[in-house]
């Protein structure tokens, strides 16, 4: 994808913005085929070429150098869980399908099928320079490594600690959260998000379908060029006329191959925002995680004062409420000190908490404005091109039909 990589850094040069990708180059240029063991031969997976090389020669770094390595698919997940959790504000760049999803016919549901390899290897090229090109997530160590370090990248990722943090968070991805003050700016971001992917889910199965229908139907025309040549055998006059007929309908019904080939791509982009969408939501639950915490921290907090209220009226224990009974006085100081104790730890958690709250929403806000321009520019390309695609395809088919109509004006 060099002219992809060159688009970006263009942008990014336009808009001043130093990330990895103004010095590097990346490329996942070849994918290969391998199993486990001789032993077993049936256990396939394939692996990724990822290829760097520094194109700015003022550009100096002791992690950075040309190299090559080979990757498979599940470290570029490992990755990928590792930036979520280091970087819940950033709204990260998906990783291609992991199967077929939206196939139809033509599509082979195999994940070893070459032409789904190949477009994977595509998508896994665009998450790296997704990434690379990203002023935060491209300079992040644990990424660099990941394009140079084969051996030691993944004792390096877990001495980091991340593993962790994901199966605490895992604890709280399928938890209902209700909010008592929601934040109406994410609320707003997230319905988006369901509304985005929604619209995008529609879009790819109303093509999927409309990709059906085209193919059956050139492919159809394929009978027609069978009888076309079959007839020309028959007719003296018209056989000339007939046979050329009969070829210019058997191009007709092949060429959509190609046609559907390039829309593939062009689905391919709309479902990586498909996944964007997700990533999208992610950042909003990630705040709503927050605002919980900060929630209950305050509710901590006011409980501990009421208690402390009813501590100085002296009439918090059993025997005070069942009899009107007041503490001692030195029951009543050790109450209060050890409350007060709880009150002042509680208070430094909301101010902790809000303090995070505050720099996660000034972060998320800022890098989901700079999602939206990307989305606007990438969204625009993408629908654009689906529309010349389909110009040329309908040209072409006018042309052949164009070629027939000349062909059978000649029949004498």
Known sequence: ??????????????????????????????????????????DYFTVYLIETRIIDPNFESELLKLSTIWRRYTEFEQLRNYLEITYPYIVLPPLPEKRVLFGWQKIS?????????????????????????????????????????????KESLKANGYLQVIEN???????????????????????????????????LKVRCRVAEKQYNVHKLHANYGRVFSEWSASEKEMG?????????????ASCIDAALEEEELLADQLKEYLFFANSLESVCR??????????????????KNIERAKVQQGKTGLMSRLFGAVDTEEVKEFKLGNLDQQIQTGAVAVNNNREVLSIFTTQALSDIERFRGQK???????????????LKTAKKGLQTWTQIRDC?????
């Open 376 to 390: 606007l520019r990438d969204l625009r390309e993408t629908l654009a091109g689906y529309a010349f695609l389909q």
């Open 408 to 412: 059978l004006e000649t029949i004498p």
């Open 286 to 303: 990630n705040h709503e995680m927050l605002q919980l915490e900060l929630e209950d921290s305050e509710e901590n907090l006011a409980s």
């Open 109 to 153: 549901n195999d994940t070893f099928d070459p032409n789904f390899i190949d477009r994977r290897r595509a998508g896994l090229e665009n998450f790296l320079l997704r990434v690379a090109s990203h002023q935060i997530l491209g300079w992040d160590k644990h990424f660099i490594e990941f394009l140079q370090d084969e051996d030691g990248w």
């Open 240 to 252: 000339d006329a007939l046979q050329k007929t009969g070829h210019y309908l058997d191009s007709f």
């Open 1 to 42: 994808m060099d002219t992809q990589q060159k688009a970006v850094n263009e942008e990014l040069n336009a808009n001043s913005i130093d990330t990895l990708l103004s010095h590097i180059e990346i490329s996942v240029s070849e994918s290969e085929k391998r199993t486990n063991g001789a032993l077993n031969l049936k």
């Open 169 to 203: 968070k895992l604890k709280f991805i399928n938890v209902s959260i209700r909010l008592k003050r929601p934040d109406a700016q994410f609320e707003n971001i997230k319905e988006y998000s369901q509304s985005l992917h929604s619209n995008l889910t529609n879009l």
